[in-house]
Structure formats: C-alpha cells, structure tokens
C-alpha cells in the first residue's frame, strides 16, 4: 500500500468531530456530547452594522472571536476539546459539541468556524462544522 492510500485510510477512520451551532431561543440540543453556552461574549447583534450579518462574515468573527473573552475561552476550550476528542477516538464513536449563542446566528456560529479552523490544523480528527439556526431569527 502507498503512503497516500494510507494517508486516506487514516483520514476516513478518523474520530469525527462535529462543531455546530445554535440558538438557545430555538431550543437546546439533545444529540450533543458537550454544550457550551458562550452568551457572555460580546455581542454583535447590538452593533447595527453586524447585525444583519452572521458570524461567517469577517466583521462579526473579528467582533466576537477577536476579543479578550473570544481570545481567551478558545486558547482555553481548543486544549480541552483535543483531550476529549482523544479519549473519544479509543470508543470509536463520533464527538458532538454544540456552541450556543441567543440567537444561533452571530457568536456561535463566529466561535464553530474558529474552532474548525484551529482543531483541523492541530488534530488528525475529522471536524465537519455546521450551523443549526443560522437562518433564522437572531438575538
């Protein structure tokens, strides 16, 4: 077998991690592992010029992830995340963490992305993101 079938081999087998996002306002999910609740960093929906935006735009990442707290609860949730997700990896299930905001549309969905980014550029894992609530009433 050649170094990149392997390669492949290892990345299909690897723990699956899925980030998503959510609003509180539209219900809490059942289906996660762990949930953070990140309703104490700042908010974008009260600055005009963000608030038709989502967390996917770079005005509303940078308000949120760029912060002291956003700077600080990811340089601290991101080792964290590694410990679980490599005890996890030896059951062989799949990791859920769902990150919520009020709304689901800015913070959460600012922190998943981050998150993703800096897990899959670190990790061996499998991180798919994805954003529950993002199209639909913020808060």
Known sequence: MDSESNANQTDSSALRIFLFSFGFKHGVPVDANL????????????????RPKSGLEKEVSTYVVDSDQGREFLQLLVPL???VADGMAQTGRELRIGIGCTGGRHRSVAVVEALAERLGTVSQ?????FHRDIDKNGG
């Open 81 to 83: 995340l590694l410990s």
């Open 125 to 129: 894992f499998n991180i798919q993101p």
């Open 35 to 50: 949930l953070f609740d990140i309703r104490f960093l700042p908010n974008p929906y009260w600055q005009e010029d963000l």
